[in-house]
Nanobody, 116 residues
Framework: QVQLVESEGGLVQPGGSLRLSCAAS????????MGWYRQVPGKERELVAR???????NYADSVKGRFTISRDNAKNTVYLQMNSLKPEDTAVYYCTVRLAIGTRYWGQGTQVTVSS
């Protein structure tokens, strides 16, 4: 089993910044991809950003230039730095990891609300 513990989200004003973190622990032998998804009520969960074990990164078009994903392999932790936040970034954010054997795990989700 793998446990993912996300940092708390919160309420942020438009234009503000927030940093999320997600630490993996448990039966970790090799983590390939780490990433963040988000979901709003009534919509499917969507990819925000993903980083591979080799450092390749993908971003959703809607967050390019504003969000930065990074990872600390020694700590099995992935981060999401979110800048210039917009109301449409409001969602529950989920971290995810995919092990080398293919198994995917999800965090519990953390609410990010962007509002004045």
């Amino acid at each position: 089993q793998v446990q993912l513990v996300e940092s708390e989200g919160g309420l942020v004003q438009p234009g503000g910044s927030l940093r999320l973190s997600c630490a993996a622990s448990g039966s970790i032998f090799s983590i390939n991809n780490m990433g963040w998804y988000r979901q709003v009520p009534g919509k499917e969960r969507e990819l925000v950003a993903r980083i591979t074990s080799g450092g390749s990164i993908n971003y959703a078009d809607s967050v390019k230039g504003r969000f930065t994903i990074s990872r600390d392999n020694a700590k099995n932790t992935v981060y999401l730095q979110m800048n210039s936040l917009k109301p449409e970034d409001t969602a529950v954010y989920y971290c995810t990891v995919r092990l080398a054997i293919g198994t995917r795990y999800w965090g519990q989700g953390t609410q990010v609300t962007v509002s004045s």
